[in-house]
């Protein structure tokens, strides 16, 4: 017998195929397939249906119908998100990965970014006329699910969170709305969406300030394990004193042999080429290097690194906490990791929020936590099949819970899962109140489930109910 689910899927599907192109409407097959394959291959979610947007019509015409049947509804761009909302089992999954699409006016340093776009497309298009965007790290995550949802990235002392290079957004509300939303233009709606992730439409579109920086002198430096105490000791010591040009990502990877190392990976991106040579010599003098390199290195070439070390397809679970600085306690439970990973490819990596973009007021966008601060992300990563998979998430998950007293309240939305509750209680920080009276207003029926959202804000402003969530 077919459950009710189903065959209202199944009536879901024929009504689309009668206003979308059929070919673009699938419910099994090799193009369903494609469309739930995501980056992570541990999520085996499976959609009623799939639509395959071609713009931004079809998109209010899938949103539409999703309601109609009484349907969950879910988007896909990227599909980088490692818990895997991209897809929805059962329910109905927009897919902008067809809608890609930038084009660059080079003289208004403006780029028009379409929903499925990722970050490699938007750098590459803005490389070639001598512009840089703000992105991520890797190219391969979507552009608008990583801005929405705030956007660390190798320029961010610099440019700021990606978010903050934002100019416009035309989204499809819940209701079949298509607006066009900036500073102007609904600007509750605007202040929501930087920050708040895609909980309240789907973006089809949106404009991006471009800016001018000379080609990064980026590379990678490599410290062997027995130095692992001196080097994080002293990144203790230089990542609070970091100009705005220079963005370090560091952690602990495993190394070619049967120990682990400690990973720098400097961007320096001011025009002074003389002093980036000596910000680079002073993080390499940290300690003696098994490897140090460096380059000029074009933005995309800089993400398609990342993408190469991080390809699609194996199982990753991730569990970040976000720190003040690098502390003592910090740094041990670091040197824990890498003395404890139990799969040769999971890893540590830390991303710091300094210079531009904590400058900008924590009020002016949803986005909480505008301080200097440090995320760390642990990662575990195996392959299909490893019979260890337990053995990896509970590495991830004994070292978060082993930064639990060095941690602050609430962590990076955009890497949260939906069980941490403790974590999006605060993530938005005093910004919580505000962006759910928002989300009630523009989404009452909580169509849109992008990142997790706190329910209830909590005393003072700042927080919500641990026991209740958005998700």
């Known amino acids: 017998m077919t459950a009710p689910k189903d065959r209202r899927c199944h009536r879901l599907a024929e009504s689309l195929r009668r206003t979308i192109s059929a070919d673009r409407v699938v419910t099994a097959g090799p193009a369903y397939d494609a469309g739930r394959r995501l980056w992570n291959g541990a999520v085996s979610r499976r959609p009623g249906v799939i639509v395959r947007c071609a713009d931004a019509a079809e998109v209010r015409t ?63 298009a803005a490389h070639s ?16 699910g990583l801005t929405l949802g705030g956007g660390y990235g190798p320029l961010s002392g610099r440019l700021g969170l990606a978010l903050d290079s934002l100019l416009s957004v035309d989204v499809v509300l819940a209701d079949g709305s298509n607006l066009t939303v900036d500073e102007q233009r609904t600007p509750d709606l605007f202040w929501a969406l930087r920050g708040g992730g895609g909980n309240f439409g789907v973006v089809t579109s949106m404009r991006v300030r471009l800016h001018v920086v000379p080609t990064p002198l980026t590379g990678v430096v490599l410290f062997p394990w027995a130095q692992t105490a001196s080097v994080l000791a002293g990144l ?29 990976v400097p961007t320096w991106s001011g025009d002074d080429a003389a002093a980036g040579e000596r910000a680079l010599q002073r993080l390499r003098s940290l300690g003696h290097p098994l490897v140090s390199r460096s380059a000029p ?51 540590v990596s830390v991303h710091g929020l300094h210079g531009a973009a904590t400058r900008v007021p924590v009020r002016e966008t949803a986005f909480g936590n505008r301080d200097p601060h440090l995320v760390i992300q642990i990662v575990a990563v195996w392959e299909h099949g490893d019979s260890r998979a337990s053995d990896h998430r509970a590495w991830a998950s004994n070292l978060a819970c082993a930064l639990e007293d060095e941690a602050l309240p609430g962590s990076y939305p955009n890497l949260l899962g939906s069980d941490e509750v403790a974590q999006i209680t605060y993530a938005y920080g005093p910004n919580a109140e505000r962006l759910l009276a928002l989300k009630r207003r523009f989404d009452p029926d909580r169509v849109f489930r992008a990142i997790p959202l706190p329910v209830q804000p909590a005393a003072r402003g700042y927080g919500v109910d641990r026991t209740a969530l958005l998700t």
């Open 297 to 347: 290195t074009a933005l995309p070439d800089m993400l398609a690194a990342v993408d190469a070390q991080f390809p699609s397809g194996r199982h990753v679970e991730i569990r970040p906490r976000s720190v003040r600085r690098l502390t003592r306690g910090v740094r041990d439970v670091l040197t824990v990791a890498g003395s404890t990973l139990t799969s040769p490819l999971s890893t």
């Open 236 to 264: 203790a010591e230089l990542v609070p004193e970091h100009p705005d040009d220079l963005t370090v990502q560091f952690g602990i990877l495993p190394g070619s042999t049967r120990e682990p190392v400690v990973f720098l």
């Open 62 to 124: 899938a949103v539409l119908a999703a309601r109609e049947f009484d349907v969950p509804l879910s988007v896909r761009g990227g599909g980088h998100d490692w818990g895997g909302r991209a897809l929805v089992d059962g329910g109905l999954t927009i897919d902008l990965s067809g809608m890609r699409r930038v084009s660059v006016d080079p003289f208004a340093r403006v780029a028009e970014v379409s929903g499925g776009a990722t970050s490699a497309d938007l750098a590459r």
């Open 129 to 144: 006329f001598g512009l840089t965007a703000a992105t991520g790290t890797a190219g391969s995550v979507g552009m608008a």
